[in-house]
């Protein structure tokens, strides 16, 4: 399933260089790659060449001066060789954004992605062989910030999802809304060391069978944000989280959010943190929820000028909290490595090649899943 991450998103994000000094932006790309599992089976794997297409174009502009506004739409086509059925597969991103200074001391940003994804990145555990796992998902998130005194500051923060699949049965299992509203208050200790505090409510509803998998979340934590240097930025969150379901007994269980970032030089950095949390499974019949650890590492170094090398690697063991009297607990663990060599020859063009693999062992022998990519892509932006 897909991970909701941390509401701290950045406001005035920098725009990249290719993108500077004009309004509008466009970019062509083409990628080839082999996937030894396209639809993600415990068995039967099926594996393909994969060619692809692009086609993006972006906005970047000033409305007012203190009014900023991003708006892209990317247009994607993989022709997948030995995929069974249709081989031709067209997905669609849409995002936008508005920034708005009201004052020195408080801004909104509010952010909007419509995806329309037909060969998705990321597969489902558990999914019957062969399945089409299609979908479009929305989401939207806001953000306001303000001042209450010279130390003080509060934070709220809204984000909504919805997923709805493609495939009928996915569908009536998986369709759902996700809504996420919290409230943050922070006190500069030090210039240089924030604490905070923060409440959040999340529900989660179900489009069909809600009243037995439909929950509401209540988070309450403490942390700090310490910065000792631009160079350096560490942060953590720990608290807990009360959760409320239909259909299955409530429970309580710690919630924790670490993470940290170095950039050792222009164009480099090592990012790293943990997560403890519950998420939604993939199989919601036999099972209410997911107790994940997330352990990550991001690497990017550049080694010269116009290359850059690049390594993330996510490792994740969970628990599957199996529903009362229909299966038992299911231990996972889920690995994700991936390597990328990206050359810029010019501020227009670049070329990369990249691999993934994806790991997930699982007490549950339906939920087993080995899956590699290897590729190679370009894009010119004009």
Known sequence: MVALPSLAFAIYAPIPEQEQGKPLTYKLGASVYHDSNIFGGATGEIGSMVYNLTGAIVFNGSIDDQTFAVASYELSNDHIVDRPGKKNLTSHTLNGRIAHKFSPDSNIDVTAGYNIAKNPQSLLAGIPLNTDQSFKRGQLDARYTTALGPKTGLVTKYRFINFSYDNAGLGANLDRSEHLLGLEGSYAYLPETKLVAEYRHQSIGYDTGGNTKDKDSNFLMAGVDYSPSKELLLSGRAGFEARQREAAPDSTAPYV??????????????????????????????????????????????????????????????????????????????????????????????????????????????????????????????
């Not at 996972?332 to 693999?357: I, M």
């Open 257 to 382: 959010e670490l993470s940290s970032r170095y950039t050792y030089t222009e164009g480099s950095f090592l990012a790293a943190g943990y997560t403890y949390t519950i998420e939604e499974p993939s199989d919601v019949v036999n099972y209410t929820d997911t107790q994940v650890n997330r352990f990550f590492v991001n690497l990017q170094h550049r080694l010269t000028g116009t290359v850059t090398a690049s390594g993330s690697l996510t490792y994740e063991p969970s628990q599957l909290q199996g529903r009362p009297a229909v299966h038992a607990d299911a231990d996972e663990k889920t690995t994700r490595f991936g390597l990328g060599l990206a050359w810029q020859p010019t501020k227009n063009w670049s070329v990369s090649g990249t691999c993934d693999l994806d790991d997930v062992n699982s007490d549950d022998v339906n939920r087993g899943q080995n899956r590699s990519r290897y590729g190679l892509s370009a894009r010119y932006t004009f």
